[in-house]
């Protein structure tokens, strides 16, 4: 199942990635196997995670980092509305809903 990004959660993983690789080197590329991994997992059951807002956007977390996609089911794959914190700023994605 394809995926495809809110353009503000595109920049939030491309964020995310720079500065976990500014701490350690490899860092960031460990976040974007993981992403693509769990990505890969929602693609094949996407009504696998829990709802974080009714009635269609779902939660995935992440495993290493503190991050969960944050995504709704569409006929041709699923749109990830966001790459978020998983302590910081809850909720201020609604406004892509």
Known sequence: ????FHPAAEAELLESVGYYESKVSGLGGALIEEFEALAKLIGMSPK???IELE?????????????????????????VLAV???????????GRA
């Open 1 to 4: 199942m394809n995926y495809y």
């Open 84 to 94: 978020a914190h998983d302590r910081r700023r809850p909720q201020y994605w609604l």
């Open 48 to 50: 696998g995670w829990r």
């Open 55 to 79: 009635p269609d956007i779902r939660r995935a977390p992440l495993h290493r980092f503190p991050l969960s996609i944050i995504y709704r089911q569409k006929a041709d794959g699923f749109q």
